[in-house]
């Protein structure tokens, strides 16, 4: 059974720094594409950033030169440093994981459970 956990998640004034973290378990993990996805209520998910296997990673302009995903692969772990963050940057974050490495959620086929994130003026 493929179980995405995420954790790390919390409160921030702006500027500030936070990083949230993804536990795999379940999934081949060497041979998937891991990915960060950010959703408000009522809004469409939108992709963050993604990570290969080979650990090529990919990033949404609006977050490129703040975030950075990284990934532990014998811990089976996946993170996201998040600098410099913004109100505007408050979400709920998921991770992803799947065969695509892009930034559609329709790329991705495991989810975990979503982690908030809030970042105040």
């Known amino acids: 059974q493929v179980q995405l956990v995420e954790s790390g998640g919390g409160s921030v004034q702006a500027g500030g720094s936070l990083r949230v973290a993804c536990a795999a378990s379940g999934v081949s993990y060497s041979s998937l594409c891991m990915a960060w996805f950010r959703q408000a209520p009522g809004k469409e998910r939108e992709g963050v950033a993604s990570?290969?296997?080979?650990?090529?990673?990919y990033y949404a302009d609006s977050v490129k030169g703040r975030f950075i995903i990284s990934q532990d692969n014998a811990e089976r772990t996946m993170y996201l440093q998040m600098n410099s963050l913004k109100p505007e940057d408050t979400y709920v974050y998921y991770c992803a994981a799947g065969p695509g490495c892009g930034l559609a959620s329709g790329e991705y086929r495991y989810w975990g459970q979503g982690t908030q994130v809030t970042v105040s003026s």
């Open positions: 990570i290969s296997a080979s650990g090529r990673a």
